[in-house]
Nanobody, 117 residues
Framework: QVQLVESGGGLVQPGGSLRLSCTAS????????MGWYRQAPGKERESLAH???????NYADSVKGRFTISRDKGENTVHLQMNSLQPEDTAVYYC???????????WGQGTQVTVSS
């Protein structure tokens, strides 16, 4: 089992920035992928960015150039730096962990991000 604890959500004005963090604990296998999804009211959950245990990243087109995912070296903590936030970025943001060999995935509890003036 893997537990994920997220932090960093909140209210920000359009054009502002927020940084989300997520720490994984429990039965952590060396090969894993951590990432972020979001879900806005009435919409499907959307994949945003992922980083594997080797540091390779990928991004959704909707956030490329505005969001940056990073990972503390040697740690199971990922961060999502979100810049130039717009009202359409308002959603619940979820941390995701995929254990490659185990084939299981885990979700954080979600953190609310609201972009409004």
């Amino acid at each position: 089992q893997v537990q994920l604890v997220e932090s960093g959500g909140g209210l920000v004005q359009p054009g502002g920035s927020l940084r989300l963090s997520c720490t994984a604990s429990g039965s952590i296998f060396r090969l894993n992928v951590m990432g972020w999804y979001r879900q806005a009211p009435g919409k499907e959950r959307e994949s945003l960015a992922h980083i594997d245990s080797g540091g390779t990243t990928n991004y959704a087109d909707s956030v490329k150039g505005r969001f940056t995912i990073s990972r503390d070296k040697g740690e199971n903590t990922v961060h999502l730096q979100m810049n130039s936030l717009q009202p359409e970025d308002t959603a619940v943001y979820y941390c995701h962990f995929y254990a490659v060999h185990e084939g299981n995935q885990y979700w954080g509890q979600g953190t609310q991000v609201t972009v409004s003036s």
